[in-house]
């Protein structure tokens, strides 16, 4: 009798648990979304603001409002996060307790293009980005023929990434490009053209304008060029304003 007792102890045991991880786990799977992480992974220079993505996703879990936590299909919600023209990659994830989870990547000009009323950034993988009511980045303009866009932006990519360019050339403001693949830099400050040419041997103009700008900046004679012409082969060409 003692043995029958044990055994129906240990099978009322097992149901009450049973029962508990079950009413847990149907508890859980109806669980409402009841808040939204969102993590951006560069930097605070946010084209897309934190409350906008929150959005994005809340709108996009489901249009009835009974999707449930375990329900989502993170897959689906990651591919309409990455629609947007701000964003390079998202990854969504959930918690135990109730929240989604968002690491955004957004995307990341190197242009800015003007054309007439028509203005929009182009990213590193020459991709359109909306411009921004949060932030603008300080990012060459883009004028002239821009009909074929790798050149523009393998040109864009070598002036951010280049100290020299930025810091001692004062920036470059401007890109114009004109009969096909010849372009013209206009300065930041100073507001000098430097004739580049086409984007061929780019690491050997840019030595010839760096020792160019060494020499003219020792002797103080900078300011009195308007015009950098670096196409003609082992010499710099300038003409004074």
């Not at 830099?185 to 430097?194: F, S």
């Not at 041997?201 to 103080?220: C, G, H, I, P």
Request: aromatic share 10%; glycine share 4%; with cysteine.
């Amino acid at each position: 009798m003692k043995k029958y007792i044990v055994h129906i102890k240990f099978l009322l045991l097992f149901l009450v648990i049973a029962f508990l991880f079950g009413f847990a786990a149907k508890r859980n799977s109806h669980k409402k979304i009841k808040a939204v992480d969102v993590y951006f992974t560069n930097g605070e220079n946010l084209f897309i603001t934190y409350e906008a993505v929150n959005k994005l996703l809340i709108q996009n879990l489901d249009t009835s409002q009974i999707q449930s936590v375990d329900s989502l299909f993170l897959n689906d919600l990651e591919k309409k996060v990455r629609s947007n023209k701000m964003i390079r990659n998202a990854d969504i994830y959930k918690t135990i307790d109730g929240k989604i989870g968002a690491v955004i990547t957004q995307r990341t000009p190197i242009l800015r293009v003007v054309m007439g009323k028509e203005s929009y950034y182009l990213d590193e993988e020459g991709k359109i980005m909306p411009l921004s009511d949060n932030y603008s980045a300080r990012v060459p303009i883009i004028s002239g023929e821009i009909s074929k866009t790798q050149d523009l932006i393998d040109l864009a990519y070598k002036i951010n990434k280049d100290a020299f360019l930025q810091k001692q050339v004062t920036g470059i403001e401007q890109i114009h490009k004109e009969n096909g693949d010849q372009f013209n830099l206009k300065t930041r400050i100073g507001d000098q053209l430097i004739v580049l040419g086409t984007i061929f041997n780019f690491q050997e103009k840019k030595n010839k304008l760096k020792a160019f700008y060494q020499k003219a900046l020792s002797d103080s004679i900078l300011e009195q060029y308007d015009t950098i012409n670096l196409k003609f082969k082992n010499q710099v060409v300038c003409s004074k304003k």
